[in-house]
């Protein structure tokens, strides 16, 4: 019996409902689903960028060729894995061009069959092949050097066969500090330059088709295990750069967060309207209990159901994602800058309907408990039918439920968490306001007139006052969802501003300037039409002590595995560049205490240092230490003024250690600077002017590893931008259904009030007072709020520095306040059209 | 009696108190390891068993080219150093910069030690392999012509017995270790004793 | 005070057409308590719904005192309504988010009533609820809630006062008392009353019946 009724005769008899209740679910669904998608592609896409700066999946290197029995762990591991490998030597070299002469460093890449895994190396023209000799275009240009000319390389000479355009592998850490040339490792081999004291990069490139991120870990730490020796070192893609490994990580983040959202949203709606639904059946529910239906078997029964409408959404998710994704494609693809893949696997996303199922069904689990309360036998006695009230309790299978989803979806208990007590906190505040509104307007208009301003007005406090549970669900519903709306806008904007790289983009770095050269440099540069930036003095010292103690280093033992446990070490160990500086440069921000005086006279005093955050916690220096550094046999005390917060995003040279002006001026110093972005064609006879006349300046170019930098940025941007109107388009569909929903409960009062006298313009201003000021006070609770956790998520968990970004604040109230309107306007059309003779008994 | 006895003692010690300036690069100034345990230090120790007033001045700087010799032996110049430990040039070497501008700066150098007599133990450094054995050639010869040139005495190689061994360097195997520069300071050591 | 002129009704078009009313005539005299009584589907409500003008007849004429409603426009009769009649529903229909006391002072507050307050007080207590007066509807009985809106329907002191089955969803003891509030405040004010019912009983306690009958006075 509990199927016929449940399964066919509610369906049958408010398929309106239940559509409605499909709608919401799948579109909560579709909304994770394509999230799930799009981040996967953006994030496999954003993978082979980083494949491509590393040529492979996993790299084994080291200063040194591995010895025998290294190679022999290296094989016992890799052997049992299908897999391709190939080896790769880098070593700087002094090389002629016997055309001229002329010999330069260069650094020779040399490569085995297979190079690179992943990216190109583009030539000129032709194709890059294991044959002989290619160069860099940057030599190419230094040198005038041409196709056809002769190198010699070590003993050995050897034809130019090609000028490589485009590598879009970059090195494995590190830049370069001379152009490139590529030769083959078996030509290498006969050059006679790989010999017992020779010093390069070796490393061992490996390409694992079957493996997956995970797969990775788990083969390096097991490689790391196997080589024990520190010079050895295990890199994966996402190590190949901070800046890449980092926005990868934002992105992932940022998305299942906004997947989330998503699906709290459309669980929202389905509670709300599942309660208004309820309230509706609850005389035959109570009429079937008296027929002989049990309270359990009517729970059974709601639950199979439901059941049932996940499973229809189950299959139109799955039915729809993929034509549904093949309409967005080309658009999307467009916006991400991206060539997203034509098909995608639907296998992680199944692994999520049952998770789904349970999440959803939880959200309901407190309007079942509530019905199971229900006094049903003396419901039917009363001319008012009331459901059982639940309990706040009852929510705590849904809030452990989301609480854990939260966690798996960001894969981040810190998250996760942040979001969750996010939500708390909203509930919490929300829940505060509404009854503290509610009990203060309570007391001031009990008794009082009804006309307040106008009558309408008055009308829309007593409502405001009286409504009770259902206001306080619709209060809480529309705070939540603004909530969540204002919190992915916010996030959005705050990870955002952090993926704009500067407008300056360096592509040389120079250094080693001596202090005289400095002038004469920049003037050749202005006669060049080149303008030098970032010039920069650097000053070698040693940190010698600490508030008068002597500065302990770390040991230098086998403890150092991790990349981190290195820097530390070699930041305790070695001396620190000391730069001085009077103002913060453009990538820096102060965060703890006072800037530089503007000037002193008092040179008897210890000079102020400004510290780079990070780098003070990891020596453990605080503000206020008394620091004492050693510049080349004279000691200069210094004091720590303030704390700096370097932006990652930066890449013009910035120090640890600043040093306020007027104390550093005359010790031995060099000079960095920076060229910015300019045509090819400057660059190359500016780098060819510079070494002829300060020989000893150097050059390390940076503009290829910026410009992909650069691409992976705007990509990632883009995609955020995508999804969080993906998540939105839901938060307004919902926020539609809801006001819509309110509006028109309140068809009968309507139709009473027009009995009494009202007109319906009286009407629709009553509407829009009551439902403005609810829609007002909630999206004001829950923008503000939603900024408010957006920043703790930013700060917390993505590091960003806070802000608030009044566009995303207010524009979006705007649109959702409009929407808002419109829809009650739109609503209350119909419901004003209330016919009073319906109050009637006869109807 | 006993005051001239006094004297002469003092007078010798004073002979041979001597304030060394190592001017060198990151081989000198100990990268990633600390100072006591750079060889600069440890010449230090040992001299002071036998003449406790001797003072070592760590000049070292990481990444310096002989480009910065003068300006930087001009800094020093202030504490009054009688000997110098010219160690420069590796980086002139790395960076592959033209070896004529190297044997000019170097020369600057000498010239300007000379000129207030100081004593010089001029050091010499060799490439690795792979910079090709012209280059390599080149750059040892140098060193030998600049001592032959101003009549120094020279250590033909910092190095010697440290460079190109796993276990005498640093992972990157380029910087010695712990171990590398004791034995860095026993070579440079015997170089030195003759100039005391 | 009030006179139908055949008056008709129908609803639907074309085939589906049904004449709900086929021709009443009737007049009823200030201060009459006229019962009006048939069948369900006998055009009861309809025709009260006319009368009350709740909604717009088909043909004939309704006229209250010397206004034809049939010729006043919505806005015109919205307020003739407000003013000069009141309505008591089978289904109280009262405001949800007013109390007791502001449902009886909606109208007064509608019509800018001067001394609202005072005569809501004075209203609230005529029917015995002047303890209950800050209770929402939900938390009132049927009863209690059938005579708030018998004190809002007699607030404006409209001149005619119709109520729908008023009764219909009380208990017979609760019904018996509300309807002696009914009839006691309507002869105090000297109000008609036109009372629609199936209760034979209840329709004798009006001075008048009239018997309606597949949409034609019987």
Same mark, same amino acid.
């Given at each position: 019996m509990i199927y016929k009724i449940f399964l066919i005769k509610e369906i049958k008899k408010y398929p309106l409902f239940y559509l409605l209740l499909i709608f919401i679910l799948s579109l909560g669904m579709i909304g994770l689903a394509s999230i799930n998608v799009v981040s996967q592609q953006v994030k496999s896409k954003l993978d082979a960028n980083a494949k491509e700066l590393l040529t492979s999946d996993i790299v084994v290197s080291a200063r040194r060729d591995l010895l025998d029995d290294e190679k022999k762990s290296l094989r016992s591991v890799l052997d049992s894995i299908p897999h391709k490998s190939y080896k790769l030597i880098d070593i700087y070299s002094m090389v002629r061009l016997?055309?001229?002469a002329q010999t330069r460093l260069v650094e020779i890449r040399s490569f085995e069959q297979?190079? #690179?895994?992943?990216?190109a190396i583009t030539l000129a023209n032709g194709k890059f092949e294991s044959q002989g000799l290619y160069i860099s275009q940057d030599l190419a240009r230094l040198w005038g050097a041409a196709v056809g000319e002769e190198l010699k390389v070590g003993e050995k000479k050897f034809k130019i066969l090609g000028i490589v355009i485009k590598d879009s592998s970059q090195g494995l850490r590190g830049f370069s500090l001379a152009p490139r040339i590529y030769l083959p490792l078996r030509d290498v081999e006969t050059?006679?330059?790989?010999?017992?004291?020779s010093t390069g990069s070796f490393a061992y490139h490996y390409l694992i088709p079957k493996f997956r991120d995970k797969d990775f870990e788990i083969l390096k730490k097991d490689l790391l295990s196997k080589l024990p020796d520190l010079a050895l070192k295990v890199t994966l893609p996402k190590e190949g750069s901070e800046q890449t490994g980092r926005v990868m990580e934002y992105l992932t983040d940022f998305m299942s967060l906004s997947a989330l959202v998503g699906l709290i949203l459309s669980l929202v709606g389905i509670f709300y309207f599942y309660q208004s639904h309820l309230v509706t059946r609850l005389k035959d529910f109570c009429l079937y209990h008296l027929f002989g239906l049990q309270k359990g078997e009517l729970l059974w029964g709601l639950i199979l159901q439901f059941l049932v409408v996940f499973t229809v959404v189950s299959l139109i998710v799955i039915l729809s994602i993929n034509p549904l994704y093949s309409f967005l494609r080309p658009y999307l693809s467009q916006t991400l800058g991206i060539d997203l893949n034509s098909t995608f696997k639907l296998n992680s996303l199944i692994l999520y309907f049952p998770i789904l199922f349970t999440l959803s069904l939880s959200i309901l689990m407190p309007l079942f408990f509530g019905l199971m309360r229900t006094s049903m036998g003396v419901q039917l006695k009363s001319a008012k039918i009331s459901l059982g009230k639940f309990q706040y309790y009852d929510f705590i299978p849904f809030l452990i439920c989301l609480w854990g989803f939260a966690i798996f979806l960001s894969h981040s208990l810190k998250i996760g968490s942040l979001f969750f007590w996010g939500l708390m906190l909203v509930f919490g505040v929300s829940t505060f306001f509404i009854k503290s509104l509610q009990w203060l307007l309570k007391k001031y208009f009990t008794?009082?007139?009804?006309?307040?301003?106008?009558l309408e007005f008055g009308l829309a406090i007593r409502s405001f006052i009286h409504s009770g549970h259902s206001l306080t669900m619709s209060f809480l519903s529309l705070a939540i969802g603004t909530t969540l709306i204002s919190l992915i806008l916010q996030l959005d904007g705050l990870i955002q501003k952090e993926f704009v790289l500067d407008?300056?983009? #360096?592509s040389l770095f120079l250094f080693d300037i001596q202090e005289e050269q400095l002038d004469p440099l920049v003037k050749l540069s202005t006669k060049m039409g080149v303008t030098l930036e970032g010039i920069t003095p650097m000053i070698r010292a040693r940190l010698e002590k600490v508030n008068g103690v002597p500065f302990n280093r770390v040991e230098?033992?086998?403890?150092?595995?991790?990349r981190e446990d290195e820097v530390e070490a070699r930041m305790k160990n070695r001396g620190i560049n000391l730069t001085y500086r009077k103002n913060l440069s453009s990538a820096e921000r102060l965060v703890d205490g006072e800037e530089f005086?503007?000037?002193?006279?008092?040179?008897?005093r210890a000079a102020f240092v400004s510290l780079e955050k990070r780098f003070a916690q990891r020596m453990g220096l605080k503000l206020g230490d008394k620091v004492s550094f050693d510049i080349q046999g004279v000691e200069i005390e210094g004091i720590v003024k303030n704390f700096r917060e370097v932006k990652?995003?930066?890449?013009?040279p910035n120090f640890f250690v600043n040093v306020e002006p007027g104390?550093?001026?005359?010790a031995p110093k060099t000079f960095l600077a920076v060229l910015p972005q300019i045509d090819e064609k400057r660059k190359t006879l500016f780098q060819r002017s510079t070494v002829e006349i300060f020989s000893n300046v150097s050059f390390i170019d940076v503009g290829e590893l910026i410009g992909k930098i650069s691409d992976i940025f705007k990509k990632s941007r883009q995609a955020i931008e995508v999804i969080s109107w993906l998540s939105l388009s839901i938060g307004f569909v919902i926020l539609y259904g809801l006001a819509h929903d309110q509006v028109y409960r309140r068809y009968y009062d309507l139709a009473l009030m027009k009995t009494l006298g009202f007109g319906a313009l009286s009407l629709r201003k009553y509407l829009l007072i009551e439902f403005g000021l609810l829609f007002s006070l909630a999206s004001v609770i829950g923008f503000f709020l939603g900024w408010l956790i957006a920043v703790l998520i930013g700060s917390e968990a993505f590091k960003l520095s806070w802000s608030i970004d009044w566009g995303k604040f207010f524009f979006p109230i705007l649109l959702l306040s409009i929407l808002c309107l419109v829809t009650i306007l739109a609503s209350s059309w119909r419901a004003i059209k209330a016919k009073p003779r319906e109050l009637l008994s006869g109807s | 009696m006993k005051l001239v006895t006094l004297l002469m003692i003092l007078m010798s010690f004073a002979a041979h108190a001597k304030t060394i300036l190592f001017l060198g690069d990151s081989l000198t100034e100990g990268y990633q390891l600390s100072r006591e345990e750079a060889f600069p230090a440890l010449i230090e120790q040992e001299l002071k068993k036998v003449f406790p007033s001797t003072k070592v001045i760590n000049g070292g700087v990481s990444?310096?080219?002989?480009?910065s010799g003068v300006k930087r032996l001009g800094w020093y110049l202030k504490s009054k150093p009688d000997i110098i430990v010219l160690a420069l040039g590796s980086n002139d070497g790395l960076r592959g910069l033209r070896l004529e501008q190297s044997e000019k700066n170097l020369s600057e150098v000498i010239e300007k030690a000379k000129a207030s007599d100081i004593k010089i133990l001029l050091v010499g450094m060799k490439m690795p392999t792979n910079y090709g054995e012209t280059y390599r050639k080149s750059f040892e010869k140098l060193f030998v012509s600049l001592a032959k040139k101003y009549k120094i005495p020279l250590l033909?190689?910092?190095?010697?017995?440290?460079?190109?061994?796993p276990k005498l360097n640093l992972p990157d195997g380029i910087h010695p270790n712990t171990a590398g520069h004791k034995i860095m300071a026993q070579t440079v050591l015997k170089a030195l004793r003759p100039l005391l | 005070m009030m006179k139908l002129i055949n008056v008709k009704k129908n609803y639907g078009l074309?085939?589906?057409?049904?004449?709900?009313?086929?021709g009443i005539t009737l007049e009823i005299q200030t201060g009459e308590t006229l019962a009006l009584v048939g069948k369900s589907g006998s055009g009861k409500s309809t025709l009260l719904s006319l009368m009350a003008g709740l909604d717009q007849l088909d043909e004939g004429e309704i006229w209250v005192d010397d206004k034809?409603?049939?010729?006043?426009n919505e806005k015109e009769l919205t307020i003739f309504r407000a003013i000069n009649m009141g309505i008591v529903f089978q289904q109280f229909h009262?405001?949800?988010?007013?109390t007791a006391f502001e449902n009886i002072l909606l109208p007064l507050s509608l019509l800018k009533q001067t001394d609202a307050i005072k005569t809501a007080e004075e209203l609230i207590e005529k029917v015995g609820l002047a303890s209950r007066g800050g209770h929402l509807p939900s938390e009132l009985s049927g009863g209690e809630c059938q005579r708030v809106a018998i004190a809002r329907a007699l607030a404006t002191k409209p001149k005619i006062l119709f109520a729908d089955?008023?009764?219909?969803?009380?208990?017979e003891e609760t019904g018996e008392k509300v309807m002696d509030l009914l009839f006691k405040m309507v002869s105090d004010t000297n109000t008609t009353l036109v009372l629609v019912t199936h209760d034979k009983d209840l329709s004798k306690r009006c001075s008048r019946i009239v018997h309606l009958e597949h949409g034609s006075l019987a």
């Amino acid at each position: 019996m509990i199927y016929k009724i449940f399964l066919i005769k509610e369906i049958k008899k408010y398929p309106l409902f239940y559509l409605l209740l499909i709608f919401i679910l799948s579109l909560g669904m579709i909304g994770l689903a394509s999230i799930n998608v799009v981040s996967q592609q953006v994030k496999s896409k954003l993978d082979a960028n980083a494949k491509e700066l590393l040529t492979s999946d996993i790299v084994v290197s080291a200063r040194r060729d591995l010895l025998d029995d290294e190679k022999k762990s290296l094989r016992s591991v890799l052997d049992s894995i299908p897999h391709k490998s190939y080896k790769l030597i880098d070593i700087y070299s002094m090389v002629r061009l016997e055309k001229n002469a002329q010999t330069r460093l260069v650094e020779i890449r040399s490569f085995e069959q297979g190079f #690179p895994f992943y990216g190109a190396i583009t030539l000129a023209n032709g194709k890059f092949e294991s044959q002989g000799l290619y160069i860099s275009q940057d030599l190419a240009r230094l040198w005038g050097a041409a196709v056809g000319e002769e190198l010699k390389v070590g003993e050995k000479k050897f034809k130019i066969l090609g000028i490589v355009i485009k590598d879009s592998s970059q090195g494995l850490r590190g830049f370069s500090l001379a152009p490139r040339i590529y030769l083959p490792l078996r030509d290498v081999e006969t050059t006679g330059l790989l010999r017992p004291g020779s010093t390069g990069s070796f490393a061992y490139h490996y390409l694992i088709p079957k493996f997956r991120d995970k797969d990775f870990e788990i083969l390096k730490k097991d490689l790391l295990s196997k080589l024990p020796d520190l010079a050895l070192k295990v890199t994966l893609p996402k190590e190949g750069s901070e800046q890449t490994g980092r926005v990868m990580e934002y992105l992932t983040d940022f998305m299942s967060l906004s997947a989330l959202v998503g699906l709290i949203l459309s669980l929202v709606g389905i509670f709300y309207f599942y309660q208004s639904h309820l309230v509706t059946r609850l005389k035959d529910f109570c009429l079937y209990h008296l027929f002989g239906l049990q309270k359990g078997e009517l729970l059974w029964g709601l639950i199979l159901q439901f059941l049932v409408v996940f499973t229809v959404v189950s299959l139109i998710v799955i039915l729809s994602i993929n034509p549904l994704y093949s309409f967005l494609r080309p658009y999307l693809s467009q916006t991400l800058g991206i060539d997203l893949n034509s098909t995608f696997k639907l296998n992680s996303l199944i692994l999520y309907f049952p998770i789904l199922f349970t999440l959803s069904l939880s959200i309901l689990m407190p309007l079942f408990f509530g019905l199971m309360r229900t006094s049903m036998g003396v419901q039917l006695k009363s001319a008012k039918i009331s459901l059982g009230k639940f309990q706040y309790y009852d929510f705590i299978p849904f809030l452990i439920c989301l609480w854990g989803f939260a966690i798996f979806l960001s894969h981040s208990l810190k998250i996760g968490s942040l979001f969750f007590w996010g939500l708390m906190l909203v509930f919490g505040v929300s829940t505060f306001f509404i009854k503290s509104l509610q009990w203060l307007l309570k007391k001031y208009f009990t008794g009082k007139e009804l006309v307040f301003i106008n009558l309408e007005f008055g009308l829309a406090i007593r409502s405001f006052i009286h409504s009770g549970h259902s206001l306080t669900m619709s209060f809480l519903s529309l705070a939540i969802g603004t909530t969540l709306i204002s919190l992915i806008l916010q996030l959005d904007g705050l990870i955002q501003k952090e993926f704009v790289l500067d407008e300056k983009k #360096p592509s040389l770095f120079l250094f080693d300037i001596q202090e005289e050269q400095l002038d004469p440099l920049v003037k050749l540069s202005t006669k060049m039409g080149v303008t030098l930036e970032g010039i920069t003095p650097m000053i070698r010292a040693r940190l010698e002590k600490v508030n008068g103690v002597p500065f302990n280093r770390v040991e230098e033992s086998g403890n150092l595995r991790t990349r981190e446990d290195e820097v530390e070490a070699r930041m305790k160990n070695r001396g620190i560049n000391l730069t001085y500086r009077k103002n913060l440069s453009s990538a820096e921000r102060l965060v703890d205490g006072e800037e530089f005086p503007i000037s002193s006279n008092d040179k008897e005093r210890a000079a102020f240092v400004s510290l780079e955050k990070r780098f003070a916690q990891r020596m453990g220096l605080k503000l206020g230490d008394k620091v004492s550094f050693d510049i080349q046999g004279v000691e200069i005390e210094g004091i720590v003024k303030n704390f700096r917060e370097v932006k990652w995003t930066s890449f013009y040279p910035n120090f640890f250690v600043n040093v306020e002006p007027g104390f550093l001026e005359e010790a031995p110093k060099t000079f960095l600077a920076v060229l910015p972005q300019i045509d090819e064609k400057r660059k190359t006879l500016f780098q060819r002017s510079t070494v002829e006349i300060f020989s000893n300046v150097s050059f390390i170019d940076v503009g290829e590893l910026i410009g992909k930098i650069s691409d992976i940025f705007k990509k990632s941007r883009q995609a955020i931008e995508v999804i969080s109107w993906l998540s939105l388009s839901i938060g307004f569909v919902i926020l539609y259904g809801l006001a819509h929903d309110q509006v028109y409960r309140r068809y009968y009062d309507l139709a009473l009030m027009k009995t009494l006298g009202f007109g319906a313009l009286s009407l629709r201003k009553y509407l829009l007072i009551e439902f403005g000021l609810l829609f007002s006070l909630a999206s004001v609770i829950g923008f503000f709020l939603g900024w408010l956790i957006a920043v703790l998520i930013g700060s917390e968990a993505f590091k960003l520095s806070w802000s608030i970004d009044w566009g995303k604040f207010f524009f979006p109230i705007l649109l959702l306040s409009i929407l808002c309107l419109v829809t009650i306007l739109a609503s209350s059309w119909r419901a004003i059209k209330a016919k009073p003779r319906e109050l009637l008994s006869g109807s | 009696m006993k005051l001239v006895t006094l004297l002469m003692i003092l007078m010798s010690f004073a002979a041979h108190a001597k304030t060394i300036l190592f001017l060198g690069d990151s081989l000198t100034e100990g990268y990633q390891l600390s100072r006591e345990e750079a060889f600069p230090a440890l010449i230090e120790q040992e001299l002071k068993k036998v003449f406790p007033s001797t003072k070592v001045i760590n000049g070292g700087v990481s990444g310096a080219t002989t480009a910065s010799g003068v300006k930087r032996l001009g800094w020093y110049l202030k504490s009054k150093p009688d000997i110098i430990v010219l160690a420069l040039g590796s980086n002139d070497g790395l960076r592959g910069l033209r070896l004529e501008q190297s044997e000019k700066n170097l020369s600057e150098v000498i010239e300007k030690a000379k000129a207030s007599d100081i004593k010089i133990l001029l050091v010499g450094m060799k490439m690795p392999t792979n910079y090709g054995e012209t280059y390599r050639k080149s750059f040892e010869k140098l060193f030998v012509s600049l001592a032959k040139k101003y009549k120094i005495p020279l250590l033909p190689f910092l190095l010697e017995g440290v460079g190109g061994k796993p276990k005498l360097n640093l992972p990157d195997g380029i910087h010695p270790n712990t171990a590398g520069h004791k034995i860095m300071a026993q070579t440079v050591l015997k170089a030195l004793r003759p100039l005391l | 005070m009030m006179k139908l002129i055949n008056v008709k009704k129908n609803y639907g078009l074309g085939l589906s057409r049904l004449e709900v009313l086929k021709g009443i005539t009737l007049e009823i005299q200030t201060g009459e308590t006229l019962a009006l009584v048939g069948k369900s589907g006998s055009g009861k409500s309809t025709l009260l719904s006319l009368m009350a003008g709740l909604d717009q007849l088909d043909e004939g004429e309704i006229w209250v005192d010397d206004k034809c409603l049939g010729k006043l426009n919505e806005k015109e009769l919205t307020i003739f309504r407000a003013i000069n009649m009141g309505i008591v529903f089978q289904q109280f229909h009262l405001v949800s988010t007013l109390t007791a006391f502001e449902n009886i002072l909606l109208p007064l507050s509608l019509l800018k009533q001067t001394d609202a307050i005072k005569t809501a007080e004075e209203l609230i207590e005529k029917v015995g609820l002047a303890s209950r007066g800050g209770h929402l509807p939900s938390e009132l009985s049927g009863g209690e809630c059938q005579r708030v809106a018998i004190a809002r329907a007699l607030a404006t002191k409209p001149k005619i006062l119709f109520a729908d089955e008023p009764s219909g969803n009380l208990d017979e003891e609760t019904g018996e008392k509300v309807m002696d509030l009914l009839f006691k405040m309507v002869s105090d004010t000297n109000t008609t009353l036109v009372l629609v019912t199936h209760d034979k009983d209840l329709s004798k306690r009006c001075s008048r019946i009239v018997h309606l009958e597949h949409g034609s006075l019987a």
